[in-house]
């Protein structure tokens, strides 16, 4: 089967394109035909060496996954032949930049069916990160009020929208490219964080602050004075120090997206309610994704990017 991998950690020009064997499921594990894999960030820090994942080499990329279930190995209840699936695979194996990918039976759960099937494998860890940073690691509520610092990307949409179900006021910057989609994901005020103060521009203070973008460590700390009193700052940018404030309670958390499958779950149920868009922006061919971590590493990707094998 075809296959992009890299044998050596490094640059985009590590990745290639392969002939591999087909994988063969074992115990608790399925085999999926793959109708796409998603681009993410995490990709290109494991295939550039820069995070602690212990992945085996030669590794294949591409943890999120959707696709129809072809083999099934022993002790796997509850899924069939011919099902379609999606997942957040563990990110330490073999993902789904292939033609089929081996993942463990409790890793998947019916895809939508209200999209296409390739768009869905845009949707298991962006969204998962997104409900994790605000309502597990966050403890938002209904009625409460958050900031969204970087919400122009694809986890930040995500999270508009989670939060305005959830009945919770949100604030939101972006970058003049990305503020009408912030603005029609659901956020109540949109400030451009571009031509604006942050601190200056918001009315009150907020339950949670929640950071997805990599902004200067001072500027973060300060923006900790958006924060109530025993309120919580949560980020999801893990290379760099989550700022608490302990004078008045206010708790620190930095978010790595975990494997929830009830969850991932629930989030299929929002997409097919019409709750939950999912956002594609490109749609790209398997053997163009060395390309496409050459043009991430050029800091050119926006948008969620899927690969079609």
Do not use: C
């Amino acid at each position: 089967m075809k296959a992009v991998q890299f044998h050596e950690v490094g640059g985009p020009e590590v990745l290639e394109e392969v002939e591999i064997e087909q994988p063969t499921p074992g115990a608790g594990q399925v085999r999926v035909r793959v109708a796409a894999s998603a681009y993410n960030a995490a990709d290109a820090g494991m295939r550039g060496g820069f995070l602690p994942i212990p992945i085996a080499l030669p590794h294949v990329p591409g943890y999120d996954v959707s696709g129809t279930i072809d083999a099934i190995g022993e002790d796997v209840d509850g899924l069939a032949v011919g099902d379609a699936v999606i997942g957040f695979l563990p990110m330490e194996r073999d993902g789904g930049a292939a033609e089929y990918v081996i993942a463990p039976a409790e890793a998947l759960v019916p895809a939508p069916t209200s999209i296409p099937l390739p768009d869905a494998a845009a949707l298991p860890s962006v969204a998962l990160t997104a409900w994790q940073a605000l309502f597990d690691d966050g403890g938002l509520r209904a009625g409460q009020r958050v900031l969204i610092v970087g919400a122009g990307g694809v986890v930040g949409k995500y999270a508009i929208q989670l939060a305005k179900r959830a009945g919770v006021f949100v604030s939101a910057t972006a970058s003049p490219r990305s503020i009408d989609a912030v603005r029609a994901a659901g956020a109540d005020q949109v400030i451009d964080h571009t031509d604006a103060d942050l601190l200056a521009s918001v009315d009150g203070q907020f339950d949670v602050l929640l950071n997805l973008a990599p902004i200067d460590p001072e500027q973060f700390a300060a923006d900790v004075a958006a924060v109530r009193d025993g309120g919580v700052v949560v980020s999801t940018t893990a290379f760099m120090a989550t700022p608490d404030d302990e004078s008045r309670g206010v708790r620190a958390s930095t978010v790595f997206v975990l494997p929830n499958r009830e969850r991932l779950a629930e989030l299929v149920s929002l997409v097919d309610d019409s709750a939950l868009t999912v956002e594609v922006t490109r749609r790209i061919p398997l053997g163009d994704l060395p390309a496409l971590h050459a043009e991430a590493e050029a800091g050119r990707i926006a948008g969620k990017v899927i690969v079609l094998p």
